[in-house]
């Protein structure tokens, strides 16, 4: 067993001060993780985050793996020790997937979404590894008020369907398994892709005349909520849908406002539906307020959208 030194940043009570804790952390076989999609706006943060505790291993095109092939796919799993497998990759530009819906099977978001994720749940079945996938908000129709992880998917667009089907292949599998379905992830910087908060941050910068939905409900989430959410599955015996999220939804017209608030901007907004925003585009579904119970009686916290970016808006001040 190798002993590897990390240091932890602690708050005392007292005074909001910060001191250096030096810990001795045992690496093992858990230690070690497989991870697909870790080259994305997600898996970037969490390697950024988790790196000192455990060794990532990134199976995704950017590493010279195709998650499309399984023979590349059971090579590259079978070569390791790791016992978690983290599968993030997907296809999920909601309108590029509904444009390929018309090829069905042979299109990239069913090849990656679906395709990818047999392969990716074939191989841990093969070789005993547990599957941690995370899913998405999305295989939902959106016409209940809250969503909790008992109520029935029935996605709406064919990203959200592409996705469900991975959710069945492995739910269908005997592998030990956890569905994370995560919602309009965000964070303080990424330059190979904007989240919707950086992007209607810049587009208020730029004084353009932004668009808020009245009628769209979602529940975006912290990244680094994640990341520590990740942290402890990893680590745990649970199994099972999990859905891990922000404390809060609301209107995309609501978030606009609170993101002009905090930075100190006063934009041109205008009040637009769903309808009228989303016209000759995928359909989206109407409410998407979930509901993350089940985590919080794991202890696990999930900040609100409000305490979320008050954190985006530290980061950036201090150099993140």
Same mark, same amino acid.
């Given at each position: 067993?190798?002993? +590897?030194? !990390?240091?932890?940043?602690?708050?005392?009570?007292? $005074?909001?001060?910060?001191?250096?804790?030096?810990?001795? *952390?045992?690496?093992?076989?858990? +230690?070690?993780?497989?991870?697909?999609?870790?080259?994305?706006?997600?898996?970037?943060?969490?390697?950024? &985050?988790?790196?000192?505790? !455990?060794?990532?291993?990134?199976?995704?095109? =950017?590493?010279?793996?195709?998650?499309? #092939?399984?023979?590349?796919?059971?090579?590259?799993?079978?070569?390791?020790?790791?016992?978690?497998?983290?599968?993030?990759?997907?296809?999920?530009?909601?309108? @590029?997937?509904?444009?390929?819906?018309?090829?069905?099977?042979?299109?990239?978001?069913? &090849?990656? #979404?679906?395709?990818?994720?047999?392969?990716?749940?074939? @191989?841990?079945?093969?070789?005993?590894?547990?599957?941690?996938?995370?899913?998405?908000?999305?295989? !939902?129709? $959106? =016409?209940?008020?809250?969503?909790?992880?008992?109520?029935?998917?029935?996605?709406?667009?064919?990203?959200?369907?592409?996705?469900?089907?991975?959710?069945?292949? %492995?739910?269908?599998?005997?592998?030990?398994?956890?569905?994370?379905? %995560?919602?309009?992830?965000?964070?303080?910087?990424?330059?190979?892709?904007?989240?919707?908060?950086?992007?209607? &941050?810049?587009?208020?910068?730029?004084?353009?005349? %932004?668009?808020?939905?009245?009628?769209?409900?979602? +529940?975006?989430?912290?990244?680094?909520?994640? /990341?520590? /959410?990740?942290?402890?599955?990893?680590?745990?015996?649970?199994?099972?849908?999990?859905?891990?999220?922000?404390?809060?939804?609301?209107?995309?017209?609501?978030?606009?406002?609170?993101?002009?608030?905090?930075?100190?901007?006063?934009?041109? %907004?205008?009040? *637009? =539906?769903?309808?009228?925003?989303?016209? #000759?585009?995928?359909?989206?579904? !109407?409410?998407?307020?979930?509901? #993350?119970?089940?985590?919080?009686?794991? $202890?696990?916290?999930?900040?609100?959208?409000?305490? $979320?970016?008050?954190?985006?808006?530290?980061?950036?001040?201090?150099?993140?």
């Amino acid at each position: 067993m190798v002993q +590897t030194k !990390f240091k932890m940043v602690e708050k005392t009570e007292t $005074g909001g001060l910060s001191k250096i804790l030096s810990k001795s *952390v045992s690496r093992n076989m858990n +230690t070690h993780v497989l991870a697909t999609g870790m080259s994305g706006l997600v898996g970037t943060r969490i390697r950024e &985050l988790l790196c000192d505790e !455990f060794e990532f291993t990134d199976l995704s095109y =950017t590493t010279g793996i195709d998650i499309t #092939n399984y023979d590349d796919v059971l090579s590259h799993i079978e070569s390791t020790q790791a016992k978690t497998i983290i599968h993030m990759a997907a296809k999920t530009e909601v309108d @590029a997937c509904e444009d390929e819906k018309i090829l069905g099977e042979d299109g990239k978001c069913w &090849l990656v #979404n679906v395709v990818g994720t047999e392969n990716v749940v074939s @191989a841990a079945k093969k070789t005993g590894k547990k599957i941690i996938y995370i899913s998405t908000d999305f295989v !939902f129709d $959106g =016409t209940k008020d809250t969503y909790d992880e008992d109520d029935s998917p029935n996605p709406v667009n064919w990203y959200g369907y592409t996705k469900f089907e991975g959710e069945k292949i %492995i739910q269908d599998s005997s592998v030990d398994y956890l569905i994370i379905r %995560i919602a309009y992830p965000y964070r303080a910087y990424f330059q190979e892709k904007k989240d919707f908060v950086r992007r209607i &941050l810049e587009n208020i910068k730029s004084k353009k005349r %932004i668009s808020g939905l009245t009628d769209h409900i979602f +529940t975006p989430t912290f990244i680094d909520d994640i /990341a520590n /959410a990740l942290r402890f599955f990893i680590n745990s015996n649970n199994q099972g849908i999990y859905h891990v999220v922000g404390s809060q939804s609301l209107t995309v017209y609501d978030a606009v406002r609170k993101i002009a608030d905090l930075f100190s901007y006063k934009p041109d %907004i205008e009040a *637009v =539906t769903r309808q009228a925003y989303f016209k #000759n585009r995928a359909f989206r579904p !109407f409410k998407l307020s979930l509901k #993350n119970d089940k985590i919080s009686k794991l $202890g696990l916290t999930m900040k609100t959208f409000d305490e $979320g970016l008050r954190t985006v808006k530290d980061q950036l001040e201090t150099a993140y």
